[in-house]
């Protein structure tokens, strides 16, 4: 008996979607801030301009144990 493994797949092909942009150079919009704007930053802000957002929890909550 022979323990070989074959691994069956495709290869990655076919044309990839190119990366949202904007044109145009861009500057923050925040007074007196002169920071460039990446041309993929859809934003009008730069990151420190920007507000303050959490990213979505996900998983199981984490019971509260009572001292």
Known sequence: MSDSTALIGTK???RRRRPKAVDGLRVCSSPRCSTRLS???R???CYMHSPITFPRVRGRDIPVVDV
């Open 43 to 45: 934003n009008g802000t």
């Open 12 to 14: 990655v092909s076919g």
């Open 39 to 41: 041309r993929y930053n």
